[in-house]
C-alpha cells in the first residue's frame, strides 16, 4: 500500500506570497491531519480534516488555512508569507481520527521563505 | 505550556546495549501515547504506542513502558542498532482529540 505523499517536496518562496501545499492519504484514509515542524517549536498541530470538514485547529493566525477533497485529498495554503512560516510542514493521515490514534506521515514538504 | 516533554535532547548508546528514551506530560486528559522515529529529510515513522489502561507494550526490540501516577512514560529499545540512530519524538492524545502533541524529540545515536 503505498504510503502518503507529499507535493512539492521543497519549495522556496518570498515574503508576501501564498502557497499551496498538496498531501494524498493513504489508500482508505479519511482523516488528514497537518503539522509544522521548526527548530524552536516543534512539531506543532495546524488543523485535521475528515470528510471535507476541519474539525479540529491548532492554534496559527487565520493566513494557515486547508481543504480536503471528497477523495480524502487535502492542501493547505499560507497568505501572505511571513520569514517565520520557514518550516517543514507535514501531512499525516489516518483512518478516522477518532479511535485510532495512529497518524502516518509524509516526507514532509520544506518551504522555504525569504 | 508544553503538555509533552522529552528533557533529553540527546542520547549516545553503544550498540548491543540497552537505550532507553523517556518523556513526560502533564495534561491528565491524554489516555494515548506513542512513539515515532524521524530520519532527516523523512516524515516520522509510527513505532509503537501504548493505551493509558495498559503499563507496557512490546514489539519486538521496542518496549514502552507507562506509569501514569508520575505521568512519565519510557521507551526501550534492546539490543540496539546502527540503524536506530535517529531523533525520536513522544507523542500524546485524548479521545476525540484528532491532533498529536508531541514532544521536543531525543537524538538518539548508537556507536559501533
Known amino acids: 500500500k503505498a504510503g502518503v505523499t507529499q507535493t512539492p517536496r521543497y519549495l522556496i518562496k518570498t515574503r508576501g506570497q501564498q502557497v499551496t501545499l498538496s498531501c494524498s492519504p493513504i489508500?482508505?484514509?479519511?482523516?488528514v491531519s497537518w503539522y509544522q515542524q521548526t527548530p524552536g517549536q516543534g512539531l506543532q498541530f495546524l488543523f485535521e480534516y475528515f470528510s471535507e470538514t476541519q474539525r479540529n485547529k491548532g492554534n496559527f493566525p487565520g493566513r494557515f488555512s486547508g481543504r480536503q477533497f471528497s477523495n480524502s485529498r487535502s492542501e493547505m495554503n499560507v497568505s501572505t508569507l511571513e520569514l517565520g512560516d520557514s518550516a517543514l510542514y507535514l501531512c499525516?493521515?489516518?483512518?478516522?481520527?477518532?479511535?485510532?490514534?495512529?497518524?502516518?506521515f509524509g516526507p514532509g514538504t520544506r518551504l522555504t521563505v525569504t | 505550556d508544553q503538555q509533552v516533554k522529552q528533557n533529553s535532547p540527546s542520547l549516545s548508546v553503544q550498540e548491543g546495549r540497552i537505550s532507553i528514551l523517556n518523556c513526560d506530560y502533564t495534561?491528565?486528559?491524554?489516555?494515548?501515547f506513542l512513539w515515532y522515529k524521524k530520519y532527516p529529510a523523512e516524515g516520522p515513522t509510527f513505532l509503537i504506542s501504548?493505551?493509558?489502561?495498559?503499563d507496557k507494550n512490546e514489539d519486538g526490540r521496542f518496549t514502552v513502558f507507562l506509569n501514569k501516577s508520575a505521568k512519565h512514560l519510557s521507551l526501550h529499545i534492546v539490543p540496539s542498532q546502527p540503524g536506530d540512530s535517529a531523533v525520536y519524538f513522544c507523542?500524546?492524545?485524548?479521545?476525540?482529540?484528532?491532533?498529536?502533541?508531541f514532544g521536543q524529540g531525543t537524538r538518539l545515536t548508537i556507536n559501533p
Open positions: 507523542a500524546a492524545s485524548w479521545w476525540g482529540a484528532q491532533k498529536l502533541v
Open positions: 489508500s482508505g484514509h479519511r482523516s
Open positions: 499525516a493521515s489516518s483512518l478516522s481520527g477518532t479511535g485510532s490514534y495512529e497518524q502516518y
Open positions: 495534561n491528565s486528559m491524554f489516555d494515548y
Open positions: 501504548i493505551s493509558s489502561i495498559k
